[in-house]
C-alpha cells in the first residue's frame, strides 16, 4: 500500500514556465513533509520541507503548497530552468524523538527544455 | 559531495549469494538511514540506526539486516538474494535520532542480481 501518492510521473515544461508536482498522503498522523530532488547517478536531495502547521512554504523559486484538510502537498517551481531538470520525490513522515519511518512518492521525472 | 560515503558503487552476484554494502556517515552524524530504490517501487526506507541502536524500521525483508558499528559506520547485508532484489541501495545520515534534521544522502550502491 502505497502511503504517499505522487503524479505526474513525467513532467515536461517549457523555460520560465511553472512546473507543479502533487502529492496526497492517507496517514493523518504525519507531520513532515520534505521533497527530494535527484540527478542521475546521484542520491537524493533535500529540497524543501513543510510542517503541517503552516500551508504554505517558499525557498526561492521552490514553494510547497499545503493542504491539510485535504490531505495533499504540492511543490511548485517558478521561472523553471534546464538545471532544475531531475526527479523530484515527495516524502512523508511522523516525527518523534526517538526515529522516523519516511514514505517516499514514486518520484516525477522533470524535464524543462529551452 | 554530500560527505556520506558508499562502498562499493557497483556490485554484482549471483541469486542465492550474500553481499555487504557499507556506508560512512558525514562527520558527526550519529544516525544512518538505509534505502532500496528500484524502478517499479520507488524509494523504500528500510531502517534507522542512531548511535548504535536500531531506531525505526520500514518493510525490511528477513533476508536482510543491518547494524551500526561504534565507529558509527553502518552495514547492510543481503542473503539469499533473488532477482528482485536488484535494486539502488542508499544511505542517509543525520545529526539526530528524531526530529526533522536533514538527511543526506549518499551515492547509493547498485545491486545486480544475476
Known amino acids: 500500500q502505497q502511503q504517499v501518492k505522487q503524479s505526474p510521473q513525467s513532467l515536461i515544461v517549457q523555460k520560465g514556465g511553472i512546473s507543479i508536482i502533487n502529492c496526497a498522503y492517507e496517514?493523518?498522523?504525519?507531520?513532515?513533509f520534505p521533497w527530494y530532488q535527484q540527478f542521475p547517478g546521484k542520491g537524493p536531495a533535500l529540497l524543501i520541507a513543510i510542517r503541517p502547521d503552516v500551508s504554505e512554504k517558499k525557498e526561492g523559486r521552490f514553494t510547497i503548497s499545503f493542504n491539510k484538510s485535504a490531505k495533499q502537498f504540492s511543490l511548485h517551481i517558478m521561472d523553471s530552468q534546464p538545471g532544475d531538470s531531475a526527479t523530484y520525490f515527495c516524502a512523508a513522515s511522523r516525527l518523534t524523538n526517538t526515529g522516523n519511518q519516511f514514505y517516499f512518492g514514486t518520484g516525477t521525472s522533470l524535464t524543462v527544455i529551452p | 559531495d554530500s560527505g556520506v560515503t558508499q562502498t562499493p558503487k557497483h556490485l554484482i552476484t549471483a541469486t542465492g549469494q550474500r553481499v555487504t554494502l557499507r556506508c560512512s556517515p558525514r562527520s558527526g552524524d550519529l544516525s544512518v538511514y538505509w534505502y532500496q530504490q528500484s524502478l517499479d517501487q520507488g524509494l523504500q526506507f528500510l531502517i534507522q540506526?542512531?548511535?548504535?541502536?536500531?531506531?525505526a524500521k520500514g518493510n525490511i525483508l528477513e533476508r536482510f539486516s543491518a547494524q551500526q558499528f561504534p565507529d558509527l559506520h553502518s552495514e547492510l547485508n543481503l542473503s539469499s538474494l533473488e532477482l528482485g532484489d536488484s535494486a539502488l541501495y542508499f544511505c542517509a545520515s543525520s545529526v539526530g535520532g528524531g526530529g526533522a534534521y536533514i538527511q543526506y544522502f549518499g551515492a547509493g550502491t547498485r545491486l545486480s542480481v544475476l
Open positions: 496517514n493523518t498522523a504525519f507531520d513532515y
Open positions: 540506526y542512531y548511535n548504535g541502536e536500531e531506531r
